[in-house]
Nanobody
Framework: QVQLVESGGGLVQPGGSLRLSCAASGSMFRIRAMGWYRQAPGKQREWVAEITSGGRASYPDSVKGRFTISRDNGKSTVYLQMDSLKPEDTAVYYC??????????WGRGTQVTVSS
């Protein structure tokens, strides 16, 4: 069974940056798409980034140009670099193994709070 462990969340001021990491167990990492999602209080979980097994990245308009997803297959780790953070980026951020729309496997999440 795949285990995904997120880290790197915290409190940051508006305009600041954070880098999230998600370490995966097992041997499937390099052949699976990986994604980041977030869920703010009272809101549905939303997709924020995906990277295919071949390294192609995609983002919704809400984070495009501010967030960058990357992966290191040798370390079975996917990253989310978040720049120019806004208060509305405050949420629990989750890592997922699997493409958008699939059931996939999920981590437990890491809290990101953007506040002055």
């Amino acid at each position: 069974q795949v285990q995904l462990v997120e880290s790197g969340g915290g409190l940051v001021q508006p305009g600041g940056s954070l880098r999230l990491s998600c370490a995966a167990s097992g041997s499937m990492f390099r052949i699976r798409a990986m994604g980041w999602y977030r869920q703010a209080p009272g809101k549905q979980r939303e997709w924020v980034a995906e990277i295919t097994s071949g390294g192609r990245a995609s983002y919704p308009d809400s984070v495009k140009g501010r967030f960058t997803i990357s992966r290191d297959n040798g370390k079975s780790t996917v990253y989310l670099q978040m720049d120019s953070l806004k208060p509305e980026d405050t949420a629990v951020y989750y890592c997922k193994m699997g493409s958008v729309g699939s059931v996939g496997s999920w981590g437990r999440g890491t809290q990101v709070t953007v506040s002055s």
